[in-house]
């Protein structure tokens, strides 16, 4: 089991960069894989992008480019670094972990993210 806190969301202009933090409980290092998803206003979920135990990384096509998933290992802290953010990123993002035997998701609180224009 772990537990998940976020931090880093806040207001930024359309054009602007955030750094959101997700720290673990315990050691990520042997966690199969954590990620970023996020969830607009009257939208479902979504995945943004995960980063393995590996150092694999994959992006959500909206966000490819623009945002850098990476890991601490010694500090048991997964980033999300955003640059030219849109509005259309404005949502509450949460950090996942894909952890456990059967594998199992586990989430953070959220943090709010808002683009102005």
């Known amino acids: 089991q772990v537990q998940l806190v976020e931090s880093g969301g806040g207001l930024v202009q359309a054009g602007g960069s955030l750094r959101l933090s997700c720290a673990a409980s315990r050691s990520i290092i042997t966690i199969h894989a954590m990620g970023w998803y996020r969830q607009a206003p009257g939208k479902q979920r979504e995945w943004v992008a995960t980063?393995?135990?590996?150092?694999?990384?994959n992006y959500a096509d909206s966000v490819k480019g623009r945002f850098t998933i990476s890991r601490d290992n010694a500090k048991n802290t997964v980033y999300l670094q955003m640059n030219s953010l849109k509005q259309e990123d404005t949502a509450a993002y949460y950090c996942?972990?894909?952890?456990?035997?059967?594998?199992?998701?586990?989430w953070g609180q959220g943090t709010q993210v808002t683009v102005s224009s």
């Open positions: 996942s972990a894909l952890d456990g035997l059967p594998l199992k998701n586990y």
């Open positions: 980063i393995s135990r590996g150092g694999s990384t």
